[in-house]
């Protein structure tokens, strides 16, 4: 069974430019989770989505910043007009339907470094 | 705020000793308290985790102890190893919001 796939590994953007970053979720996995890790800190929440639907989104930066998980195909973190700020690596957590324990599954993460 | 503190922030051991990592948190909605386990490069994985209604969980070399009434939780691992190094997080959550709040990290360093 594959983990959370996360595409790219490694992300070099220009200011002003956008980023995709990409997640598919562990097979039979229907939440996804974003995070965002600046260095030598914790993850930080930003979004929760099911298939079609956001959840959660009240760690989301207001602007530029935008999410979606297809009814087929990978979650998709979108960053427009991209600011040095936005350097950090995002991760993306899965998990199964809802039940009593929130288990998390992580990928291996996104680094983006913006020019 | 809903946060939670994790300390210390870096922590080096002798092979064999015990390695303790703590916690506290603010908000007693929380419901859920996991550690995980990230080497660099990595994503977090998960390590072991507690709910409320019980003390002390263990797993292999691996302890969590619980204060509810303290709001604070720990990590013990015991016979530490050199394979341990590595940054630990403390997180937390409530059953309706899903989302996972971390700690800051503790790098763990275990000297051969």
């Known amino acids: 069974n594959a983990g959370v796939m996360q595409n790219p590994r490694h992300l070099v953007r220009r200011r002003g430019q956008e980023a995709r970053l990409r997640c598919s979720p562990m097979?039979?996995?229907?939440?996804v989770y974003w995070y965002r890790q600046l260095p030598e800190e914790g993850l930080k929440f930003m979004v929760y989505?099911?298939?079609?639907?956001?959840?959660?989104e009240s760690g989301m930066p207001k602007e530029r910043f935008s999410a979606e998980f297809p009814k087929e195909g990978p979650s998709i973190l979108r960053i427009q007009q991209v600011v040095r700020g936005d350097s950090a690596a995002y991760f993306c957590?899965?998990?199964?339907?809802?039940?009593?324990?929130?288990?998390?599954?992580f990928g291996a993460g996104t680094r983006l470094s913006v020019l | 705020q809903q946060q939670v503190k994790q300390s210390p922030q870096s922590l080096i051991v002798q092979k064999g000793g015990i390695s303790i990592i703590n916690c506290a948190y603010e908000?007693?909605?929380?419901?859920?308290f996991p550690w995980y386990q990230q080497f660099p490069g990595k994503g977090p994985a998960l390590l072991i985790a507690?709910?409320?209604?019980?003390s002390e969980k263990k797993e292999g070399r691996f302890t969590i102890s619980f204060n509810k009434s303290a709001k604070q939780f720990s990590l013990h691992i015991m016979d530490s190893q050199p394979g341990d190094s590595a940054t630990y997080f403390c997180?937390?959550?409530?059953?309706?919001?899903?989302?996972?709040?971390f700690g800051s990290g503790t790098q763990l360093t275990v000297l051969p």
């Open positions: 957590a899965s998990s199964p339907r809802l039940g009593q324990e929130n288990i998390q599954y």
């Open positions: 097979k039979g996995h229907s939440h």
């Open positions: 989505l099911q298939k079609e639907n956001i959840i959660d």
């Open positions: 908000n007693t909605a929380f419901d859920y």
């Open positions: 507690i709910r409320p209604d019980v």
């Open positions: 997180a937390a959550s409530k059953g309706s919001a899903r989302q996972l709040t």
